[in-house]
């Protein structure tokens, strides 16, 4: 038994032809700002995707669309791994000596919505900034492709979208197709895209730093930072924007469904939204408070204001900093810390473990001292009324150490480069939760301290974080290759 | 049904006279070396135990009601607390460590075997408080308990029940049919590695008390030494290479030298624990040389291959003697000695951590995993040495793993208080946790506690009790679950 080959190529084709068509709007930016090179890296690049996309779909328009698990996990990988491949064309070609290993960083972050940088930020023409946040915006709709239609289809077969990943509100009664419920996600996207722009054109500043930045933040990618002037020196409205529309990208999108249906009860009852809204709120208010006191800030509201939006930004997973945060106290260095490692919802464009996962967590660790008191008792996992089934639980508990074992793993293959251990440590956490910002010497998100070989590896890990590490591994399992092979 | 609290309180009368009686090695030595401030606060301490003791004893008669096994847990987690509360009063008593919450640290990281000190001076402390201070690692290694337990079988039934709260590590087989024989026999074994240490360490030119301190500190996988610079200041790689011999050794799971006596090496090398263990110890001495040698700056292969499997020896059997600063190494070798800290020995052993048990059955399950996510219909099992391991077990050690996850991050935030860097912080946490010793940064190895506040020290304590009563003993006693069953 072998891959569906007609099936992988054509979805590769019909990406790539969405990739092609999103390449033309830097292009035309980059002839607005008169970026000469840039804009013919932009055109070849293009031309190449678009032609490719359409004779291939031609070619390959009659093919079934089964998906099988096998299918599954490897037209995901390949699609990105591509999709991040042609990414990386404009940045070089577009003449200004990037190196490859650079520009497929640069790519990676952006797909994966992490939000870091290893090229000068004031040196990249407008179209490449432009274009870093067209790959932040498309990549978190991409994460929505994921976890609504793909995944479920990969752990569960049939319309549960209670899969095997992320035990979630069912949607049984409320869509009939899966293409359905892509389709509305998409559009309360855009619709939220179109919103904060809109917020932020009359905010003072300019259109374009307006506009990358609202494709960044809806995406939980972080900001764009012109000279330190976007998250340093904003006003309290530009931050309050940011932050706002961090939290809306990083809810699950199936409460935007109960929304736009009307279903108000189950919004409210929601647990994995209450659980991140509570974290949210509980650290805000604890590192404002271990701020004031500290003595750092003047003002209970102004440490309030910046504890929130820091807050926001790390546990939406987006990674944008709005003072030093190597300054600040350890004790809110570590709450953001943990803020990292829960992430933001499942079903959203934030990373991580996922708050949902971290709710399991718990109840697990509370049931497992309970049957240590009572060994025999029977005591299922409870999440809003309905028991978690044996397999879900064990899933996520695999996916919680597979997790941790990645990163452990990952920090040890990154103190090859020789960072001190703050540094090696919570950078190899901010790629791998798709942060982008971690303490010590990545503060700012540059990852430029780091040689190839690290940034090489910081990309494998964002796309890991990306894809939930399962499509990766599974790669380098020997039954994947080979089916006759268990 | 509730706790059993007049079979708690005769335990712990006879607690106390085992502590009491194990106190009095340490008032000869006071007497050998004539301090008379250390032989009064020791008849201080020795007297109200033994005195209180029997009464205790005597008062509260062996009941009808057999003790269950959630007596064991408070049975246990109270030993332990009582024993550290009481031996840390020979430290203030002498005025060898005036502040009562810094003695009580010292202690718990005696008992615990941690190896963690607040003190700045080691070697300005009498004789007598080192002696006893690394004695406390001798009988926290391998239990409190299970001393008493080999000494005084009339505790009974209970004795399996309450010792299996204290060992480390899933046991999954049985050695001996009753529990107080096997405590006999461990401690056989114990006695005999001590002795032999004692003795190899004495050929390399260590006075009798130098060999004893060290001996202690090496087979209890402790780490207290005499010395400011452990084992540094013993320059002999004879010396250094025979207490990385006997740490391994401690690290070990004490009932595989059971079956090496019966049934061979070849039966102890299949146990899949101990390959996972000695690949470990193996490969990350030879990955730290090779970082020393080409960018750590040293020059001797020997030297590189000697500190390393030193500090690799040490780091995984959690016992925490130094013969370099690794402060001083490149991150890599930083990084693989801190994985180490979480991994901790083998169960049923004198060390500490998460057990290499409980990792490679993690690293099964999530094996298992990922081949589910593939084949979704399949029914795979996780085996172990051939034989399958039990859902329950599985379970327990997911859970175990959680909560270790999540009191290290709760530790952490809240050590964080003192103002210094993460990683300081979190290392601390992480070495109490895994009764390890020495940490990074401001805990580093030729470091101390000291920097702590009185309130920090405190949650450390008790995290090395924790942590050496493998977590679920000691929180099961927050819940309330446990104090009324009545209520489900």
């Known amino acids: ?486 | 049904m509730t706790v059993n609290f007049n079979g708690v309180i005769r335990i712990m009368g006879i607690l106390l006279l085992v502590l009491g009686a194990c106190l009095i090695p340490s008032l000869l030595v006071a007497f050998i070396y004539a301090e008379t401030l250390s032989i009064k606060a020791f008849l201080f301490t020795i007297l109200p135990c033994i005195v209180i003791g029997a009464v205790l004893k005597k008062v509260f008669r062996p009941s009808l009601i057999k003790l269950k096994a959630r007596d064991g847990f408070l049975i246990v987690s109270l030993s332990w607390l009582v024993a550290s509360i009481i031996g840390a009063l020979p430290f203030v008593i002498s005025g060898a460590i005036p502040n009562y919450i810094d003695a009580f640290f010292e202690t718990c990281s005696g008992f615990s075997t941690t190896g963690s000190s607040i003190l700045t001076d080691v070697e300005s402390l009498p004789k007598s408080m080192l002696f006893w201070r690394s004695f406390t690692h001798w009988l926290g290694g391998m239990g409190i308990i299970v001393f008493a337990m080999a000494l005084l079988p009339s505790i009974g039934v209970g004795g399996q029940i309450i010792a299996s709260a204290e060992t480390p590590g899933p046991t999954l087989s049985k050695i001996t049919p009753r529990f107080a024989d096997t405590a006999r026999n461990l401690y056989l074994v114990y006695i005999l590695f001590t002795v032999i240490e004692t003795i190899l360490l004495l050929f390399g030119g260590m006075n009798l008390f130098d060999s004893l301190i060290h001996t202690f500190g090496s087979v209890g996988t402790g780490g207290f030494s005499s010395y400011a610079d452990s084992v540094a200041h013993f320059s002999s790689p004879y010396i250094q290479w025979v207490i990385i011999i006997f740490m391994t050794m401690c690290g070990i799971n004490f009932n595989l030298y059971f079956i090496l006596a019966r049934k061979g090496i070849k039966a102890m090398l299949k146990d899949s624990e101990l390959r996972l263990y000695l690949l470990i110890i193996f490969s990350v001495t030879a990955l730290i040389s090779i970082n020393l040698m080409t960018a750590g700056g040293y020059d001797s292969i020997s030297q590189g291959i000697r500190d390393s499997a030193f500090q690799v020896t040490s780091m995984i059997t959690t016992t925490g003697y130094a013969t370099a600063d690794y402060e001083l190494w490149p991150t890599f070798s930083k990084m693989l000695i801190f994985i180490l800290l979480l991994t901790g020995a083998c169960s049923s052993s004198t060390g500490g951590g998460v057990k290499v048990i409980r990792i490679l059955i993690a690293l099964k399950l999530v094996r298992r995993g990922v081949s589910l996510k593939l084949h979704p219909n399949r029914i795979a099992s996780v085996t172990l040495g051939g034989k399958g391991v039990p859902q329950e077990v599985s379970t327990n050690i997911a859970n175990f793993i959680f909560l270790y996850i999540f009191v290290f991050f709760v530790g952490g935030f809240i050590i964080s208080f003192n103002g210094y860097d993460i990683v300081t912080s979190f290392s601390a946490v992480l070495t109490c946790l895994g009764n390890t010793g020495p940490g990074f940064n401001l805990v580093g190895p030729v470091l101390n506690f000291s920097i702590f506040s009185g309130f920090s020290k405190l949650v450390l304590s008790f995290l090395m009790i924790a942590g050496r009563l493998e977590l679920f003993t000691f929180f099961m006693l927050f819940s309330r679950h446990y104090w009324n069953s009545n209520k489900a």
Not at chain 1, 22 to 31: R, S
């Open chain 1, 1 to 486: 038994m072998t891959f569906n080959h007609r099936l992988i190529v054509r979805t590769i084709s019909i990406v790539l032809l969405f990739e092609g068509i999103a390449m033309l709007f830097p292009m035309v930016c980059a002839v607005y700002y008169k970026e000469n090179n840039t804009a013919s890296a932009f055109f070849f690049t293009a031309i190449c995707c678009i032609a490719f996309g359409m004779t291939v779909r031609r070619f390959f328009r009659y093919s079934t669309l089964k998906i099988k698990t096998r299918e599954g996990y490897f037209v995901a990988f390949i699609c990105w791994i591509i999709v991040c491949l042609v990414g990386t064309m404009p940045y070089l070609l577009s003449g200004n000596g990037y190196s490859f290993v650079d520009s497929v960083f640069e790519s990676v972050a952006g797909w994966s919505t992490t939000g870091a940088w290893v090229l000068d930020i004031n040196t990249m023409p407008n179209a490449l900034l432009f274009w870093k946040s067209i790959c932040n915006w498309l990549g978190g709709m991409g994460i929505l492709i994921l976890t609504l239609s793909i995944f479920p289809i990969l752990g569960v077969h049939g319309q549960k979208m209670a899969a095997a990943e992320v035990p979630g509100p069912e949607l049984e009664k409320m869509v009939s197709k899966m293409g359905e419920t892509a389709k509305i996600s998409y559009s309360i996207y855009i619709a939220m895209t179109v919103l904060e722009l809109c917020l932020l054109l009359p905010s003072g500043i300019s259109p374009f730093d307006a506009l990358i930045n609202t494709l960044s933040t809806i995406s939980t990618s972080g900001v764009v930072n012109l000279n330190n002037d976007i998250s340093m020196h904003s006003t309290p409205y530009v931050k309050a924007i940011f932050t706002i529309f961090s939290i809306i990208g990083s809810i699950n999108f199936m409460v935007y469904f109960f929304i736009y249906a009307g279903k108000w009860r189950k919004v409210i009852k929601n647990i994995e939204l209450r659980t991140y809204l509570a974290i949210l709120t509980i650290s805000s208010v604890l590192i404002a408070v271990i701020l004031y006191f500290s003595g750092s800030y003047d003002s209970i509201t102004d440490a309030l204001v910046d504890a929130t939006t820091q807050t926001v930004s790390f546990g939406s997973t987006s990674g944008f900093t709005v003072t030093d945060i190597n300054s600040w106290p350890s004790s809110c260095q570590t709450v953001l810390l943990l803020l990292m490692f829960i992430g933001a919802c499942g079903n959203s464009t934030g990373g991580s473990l996922k708050v949902i996962r971290v709710i399991v967590y718990f109840k697990l660790i509370m049931r497992g001292v309970y049957k240590r008191i009572h060994p025999t008792a029977i005591k299922p996992i409870m999440i809003q009324g309905k028991p978690v089934s044996a397999a879900n639980a064990s899933s996520i508990t695999v996916f919680i150490m597979l997790y941790f074992a990645f990163y452990i793993l990952s920090c040890v293959i990154m103190s090859l480069e020789n960072q001190d251990m703050i540094t090696t440590l919570s950078g190899t956490l901010a790629v791998f939760s798709n942060n982008g910002t971690g303490f010590g010497a990545l503060a700012n998100a540059d990852y430029s301290i780091f040689s190839n070989f690290g940034k090489v590896y910081s990309s494998i890990l964002m796309l890991a974080g990306r894809l939930e590490m399962y499509a990766l591994i599974v790669l380098l399992s020997r039954s994947f290759w080979n089916s006759d092979r268990v």
